[in-house]
Nanobody, 126 residues
Framework: QAQLVESGGGLVQAGGSLRLSCKIQ????????MGWFRQAPGKELEFVAY????????YYEDSVKGRFTISRDNALNIVYLQMNSLKPEDTAVYYC???????????????????WGQGARVTVSS
């Protein structure tokens, strides 16, 4: 059973940067497409970013395009989310997720991912 462990969350001022890491344990990350989701206080879980198995395809939620970058190092079993130019509305708990298969066009759907991390809290102050 794959386990995902996130790290790198914290408190940052608006305009600052953070890098989240997600290490997969007891599994090989190259077997999974990976996604990042977030849940802000009082709001539903939303898609943030996706990266395919071999890094050839990435997708981003519109509000983070140009500011966030998803990447993966299959040799280290880690996926990253580099977050730049952070805004107070980026405040949320961020979750990484792994999917062994994804139906075309459903990379944005949390239902497609079978393994989830525990979450990393990101707080952006104004």
């Amino acid at each position: 059973q794959a386990q995902l462990v996130e790290s790198g969350g914290g408190l940052v001022q608006a305009g600052g940067s953070l890098r989240l890491s997600c290490k997969i344990q007891d599994a090989t990350i190259s077997h999974y497409a990976m996604g990042w989701f977030r849940q802000a206080p009082g709001k539903e879980l939303e898609f943030v970013a996706y990266i395919s198995w071999k890094r050839k395809t990435t997708y981003y939620e519109d509000s983070v395009k140009g500011r966030f970058t998803i990447s993966r190092d299959n040799a280290l079993n880690i996926v990253y989310l580099q977050m730049n130019s952070l805004k107070p509305e980026d405040t949320a708990v961020y979750y990484c997720a792994a999917a062994s298969t994804i139906a075309g066009g459903r990379e944005y759907s949390a239902d497609e991912y079978e393994h989830w991390g525990q979450g990393a809290r990101v707080t952006v102050s104004s």
